[in-house]
């Protein structure tokens, strides 16, 4: 009987590994193949559509992406140029100024007149060019109300008028497009 038992214990043995390798085999195909689960009543073409659609939407998407950092890429590049050629406009307004001052100083018979003939039409250039280029000045005059937005009290004297007005203006301030670029250097009258 122990020889029968024997072949039953192989038996059992080739049972068991028959069953696991199934179980193995199976599992890979459930992985190679994922199932797909289809709603009752959506036909394979329905099904085939929306796929389409699927595609039609992820390539409508990467083109928009690509689009968008294309806008981005070409918005940088106007940002750069913007700043490095910002001052292109007052430089062209400045160089005839320098043409005036340089013709100036050939000239060979220079009298007072003619210079100072040559310097004002040259202010005159460079005034039009501040003015082109919304560069103003702050010239406040004696007596206006100090405003520390504009103007830069660097001392303050005794003086018959109201305290913290202007006295004196000591050095010209300017804004350009509405910016304080430096501020007027003023002296202001004391409190009494």
Same mark, same amino acid.
């Given at each position: 009987?122990?020889?029968?038992?024997?072949?039953?214990?192989?038996?059992?043995?080739?049972?068991?590994?028959?069953?696991?390798?199934?179980?193995?085999?199976?599992?890979?195909?459930?992985?190679?193949?994922?199932?797909?689960?289809?709603?009752?009543?959506?036909?394979? %073409?329905?099904?085939?559509?929306?796929?389409?659609?699927?595609?039609?939407?992820?390539?409508?998407?990467?083109?928009?992406?690509? %689009?968008? %950092?294309?806008?981005?890429?070409?918005?940088?590049?106007?940002?750069?140029?913007?700043?490095?050629?910002?001052?292109?406009?007052?430089?062209?307004?400045?160089?005839?100024?320098?043409?005036?001052?340089?013709?100036?100083?050939?000239?060979?018979?220079?009298?007072?007149?003619?210079?100072?003939?040559?310097?004002?039409?040259?202010?005159?250039?460079?005034?039009?060019?501040?003015?082109?280029?919304?560069?103003?000045?702050?010239?406040?005059?004696?007596?206006?109300?100090?405003?520390?937005?504009?103007?830069?009290?660097?001392?303050?004297?005794?003086? %018959?008028?109201?305290?913290?007005?202007?006295?004196?203006?000591?050095?010209?301030?300017?804004?350009?497009?509405?910016?304080?670029?430096?501020?007027?250097?003023?002296?202001?009258?004391?409190?009494?």
């Amino acid at each position: 009987m122990q020889e029968q038992d024997k072949p039953v214990e192989n038996t059992e043995t080739i049972a068991t590994s028959i069953d696991i390798e199934a179980s193995s085999t199976s599992s890979e195909q459930n992985q190679a193949e994922p199932e797909v689960l289809m709603e009752p009543g959506v036909s394979a %073409e329905t099904l085939a559509q929306l796929e389409a659609k699927v595609l039609e939407l992820q390539d409508a998407f990467m083109r928009a992406k690509a %689009e968008g %950092e294309n806008i981005r890429r070409r918005a940088q590049e106007d940002i750069s140029k913007a700043h490095k050629f910002a001052i292109e406009s007052f430089a062209e307004s400045l160089v005839p100024v320098k043409d005036s001052l340089e013709m100036g100083l050939k000239v060979e018979t220079q009298t007072v007149e003619s210079i100072k003939e040559g310097v004002e039409m040259t202010l005159k250039q460079l005034n039009s060019a501040f003015e082109k280029n919304r560069l103003l000045e702050i010239n406040p005059q004696q007596g206006d109300k100090l405003d520390p937005t504009k103007h830069q009290a660097v001392s303050m004297v005794p003086a %018959e008028q109201e305290a913290n007005t202007i006295v004196a203006v000591l050095q010209k301030g300017y804004t350009i497009a509405d910016r304080l670029l430096r501020p007027a250097l003023v002296t202001v009258a004391q409190a009494k």
